[in-house]
């Protein structure tokens, strides 16, 4: 099992436009559960783990967005009109132990903000990060750091072009970055 955090971010390094909604809904060529490369990313995926605040506007949605994964959620309570099959938890640690113990093998998506990547990296539990960069600036909103701390070590995995002008880059977040240097480069 893998947990695998995949976000949109606009050029100019925002996860969400400046008035808050996630990048992705910015992008014309937008299709929700369609576009960017989210079929082939959750081929692979049996849950999805998520804090309260992306969860909550999913419950007055016409569709149910995550029809074929069991559905885990971080939150302080169970919010009214949550289905039975969805597991909640105001524990990190506990709610890691419920998500491990019902795993059969597939990944996890981690869904949410800059906010619940952080919690569950520095449990050690992130396994990547995998963004998809916009053909877009924002000149504000939302950015994954201080959330994800900037001593987090990425590792580069991959990368492709996706239509529209999109691209995907995946890293590994294993490790820890390396001491940045004080002077650039060419002056050392």
Partial sequence: ????????????????????WPALTADPAFVS?????????????????????????ALSNNRWPWPDLDVFVLGSHRPDATPDHVTTDSDPVRL?????SANRGGDVHLI?????????HSLGALDTLELVV?????GGGMQLTPMLSPDTGLTFQRERALPGGS?????????????????????R
């Fill in 1 to 20: 099992m893998q947990i695998r955090a995949r976000m949109s971010m606009s050029a100019d390094g925002y996860v969400t436009t400046p008035n808050g």
């Fill in 33 to 57: 559960g369609e576009s960017h490369g989210i079929r082939e990313f959750l081929d692979g995926c049996e849950a999805a783990l998520m804090g309260r605040t992306t969860f909550e506007p």
């Fill in 96 to 100: 890691l132990e419920k998500l491990r």
């Fill in 112 to 120: 949410g903000g800059p906010q619940t990547i952080g919690t569950f």
């Fill in 134 to 138: 916009l053909p877009l600036l924002f």
């Fill in 167 to 187: 691209v995907e880059i995946v890293y590994s977040c294993r490790g820890s970055r390396t001491e940045l240097p004080s002077k650039p480069a060419g002056q």
